[in-house]
């Protein structure tokens, strides 16, 4: 009888160790950790190359702040601008990322099965999604954004942050459909999204970037199931 409690608590310390591997997997700033340090971005840069070359990278001192539901409103598709948010609030909800691939490799039938457009963040493990968010703006007013899952884990810290270049996009019907209430609730401005995530650098390391995640849930897994199997071991003295 004993033997089959230890097993079955052995068992349980596994899923435990699994869950947590996967939630610190999918929590973990990966791609920041393979970027390294960048050079900000500053104004003059913006005005000489392309857009889309520069969102995602570190905002410089002269990079417009909106600080406003009004520049907000005023904040064209083509500006390059960045956000100083005092507070951030999840809505659990994120839009397939345009670098991830529509379909998967297989279904169950063998052939090519379509991936979801819009999806739950607790069931992105991944990290296929990039979750939509309402930032807190100076003026008290809220906007939406898509940022990184780091940079979000530190304004919901409490740290002040300077976001990276980011541009005004729009908005996801589908996920809009998903947070409407929300969106009502704080009053945030469903016109357009702050977008300041690098998807051409994420393209490139998209691999890379999925191989170190689950590099690190493996870790994690490994080595606090065999702390947690030997902590149940000692408590019911399982000899070897």
């Not at 999840?90 to 039938?109: D, E, H, L, Q």
């Not at 304004?155 to 908005?171: F, H, Q, S, W, Y």
């Not at 589908?174 to 969106?183: E, F, K, T, Y």
Request: proline share 3%.
């Amino acid at each position: 009888m004993k033997k089959k409690m230890v097993k079955a608590l052995e068992f349980v310390m596994v899923v435990i160790a699994m869950v947590v591997g996967a939630v610190v997997a999918k929590n973990i700033g990966v791609e920041s950790l393979l970027r390294g340090k960048e050079e900000p971005v500053t104004l003059a840069m913006t005005e000489s190359g392309l857009q889309d070359d520069f969102i995602g990278l570190p905002a410089g001192d002269d990079i417009p702040r909106v600080t406003s539901a009004e520049e907000w409103e005023d904040t064209w598709a083509t500006s390059c601008v960045t956000v100083e948010p005092i507070d951030i609030v999840s809505t659990g909800i994120g839009a397939r990322n345009a670098w991830v691939s529509a379909y998967t490799n297989s279904g169950r039938r063998g052939g090519p099965r379509k991936k979801a457009d819009v999806s739950r963040m607790a069931f992105d493990i991944l990290g296929d999604y990039s979750e939509y968010f309402l930032l807190k703006l100076p003026d008290q007013s809220y906007i939406l954004a898509q940022i990184s899952t780091e940079d979000a884990r530190k304004l919901k810290a409490g740290k002040e942050l300077t976001l990276p270049v980011g541009k005004k996009g729009a908005v996801h019907r589908q996920v809009l459909a998903n947070i409407q209430d929300l969106c009502q609730e704080y009053g945030a401005d469903t016109e357009g999204v702050f977008y300041c995530i690098n998807d051409q650098w994420n393209a490139e390391h998209y691999f890379m970037s999925q191989l170190a995640r689950l590099g690190i849930a493996f870790v994690v897994m490994l080595v606090l199931g065999t702390i947690l199997i030997t902590i149940v071991d000692k408590i019911f003295k399982v000899k070897d």
